[in-house]
């Protein structure tokens, strides 16, 4: 990418964070640009999103007090339980179903089950995943992230859903956190609190996962939980303990809404036509199937108990 597109993509990821821009909108200009201008986003770039989601999710944390995090506990904890077990080995029958077989729809399976392209990325090296399974199960997942921005927030509307039982579905239904944010956001702040606290409880179904195949490798140890998450109960701790003016929680919120637009903006650039067209049928079936079943089961839940 020369100097001139370099620019340019960087003087829009600024408009994006400046203008705190829709989420919608921002996914959608990072796709434009990537597929007007070519490779937006490279090594150094991925790297860049993945760190500002990090900071996203801890600042989010000083929005969040813990006794809501208490009442969410009970309601998030087992429905976020109960949909990994579910999506596994709803995972097992497609693929049996569709004649899937290897690595590919396991990796998928994860990706929809826990954190999307976190699970699959840190599961991929332990099953002995090729490189063309890890990108085809990335593509897959970071295709549904992309239409759940769009998707949540018009469905959930429809459906005359409570910022709450948004914020739950959300966390159940949506693979990996950028688009967990990014919709939640969209519906308003209690929804966006919410989500973000049930999936972080669901992301942490990734360390017995990578514990299981680190044994069955001959690995021990449970290993450490990812800093971010460390930062972000000790943010949400901080903010329910101690008193934080209510004009710098503001800034806090408004800051983070301006990075999750950068972020989506970046997310919207990992997505290349090219990589769409390469998926295949199958995979790509397989993958709505089972993220469109999550989706429907876990709205048909919280609507009847929440």
Not at 268 to 287: E, F, I, Q
């Amino acid at each position: 990418m020369g100097f001139w597109q370099k620019g340019l993509t960087v003087l829009a990821l600024l408009l994006c964070f400046a203008l705190a821009l829709d989420p919608a909108i921002s996914l959608s200009l990072g796709f434009v640009f990537r597929n007007s201008l070519g490779a937006v986003i490279e090594n150094q770039l991925a790297k860049v999103r993945h760190f500002l989601l990090q900071i996203v999710i801890v600042c989010l944390g000083f929005s969040i007090d813990l006794n809501q995090v208490f009442a969410v506990g009970s309601e998030g904890l087992w429905l976020t339980s109960l949909s990994v077990l579910v999506v596994v080995l709803g995972g097992v029958l497609l693929a049996f179903r569709l004649g899937l077989k290897g690595k590919l729809p396991q990796l998928i399976t994860y990706g929809t089950a826990i954190c999307g392209g976190s699970a699959i990325a840190a599961v991929s090296p332990l099953v002995g995943a090729t490189p063309k399974d890890t990108s085809s199960a990335l593509g897959v997942v970071f295709l549904l992230n992309a239409l759940a921005v769009f998707i949540f927030p018009a469905v959930g509307a429809a459906l005359n859903m409570s910022n709450h039982q948004f914020g739950l579905w959300c966390a159940v239904a949506i693979h990996d956190t950028s688009s967990v944010i990014g919709a939640a956001g969209v519906f308003g702040d209690e929804a966006l609190e919410l989500a973000t606290t049930a999936k972080v409880m669901r992301a942490l179904w990734i360390l017995p996962l990578i514990l299981y195949y680190s044994l069955r490798k001959g690995r021990n140890g449970w290993g450490s939980p990812p800093l971010f998450i460390v930062l972000f109960v000790a943010a949400l701790t901080l903010a329910s303990f101690c008193s934080i003016p209510p004009h710098l929680k503001t800034f806090t919120l408004g800051t983070t809404k301006s990075l999750m637009s950068a972020v989506l903006f970046l997310m919207g650039g990992s997505l290349s036509l090219n990589m769409l067209k390469s998926l295949g049928a199958k995979p790509l079936v397989y993958g709505v199937l089972l993220w469109v079943f999550i989706g429907l089961a876990s709205a048909l839940v919280i609507q009847i108990m929440f």
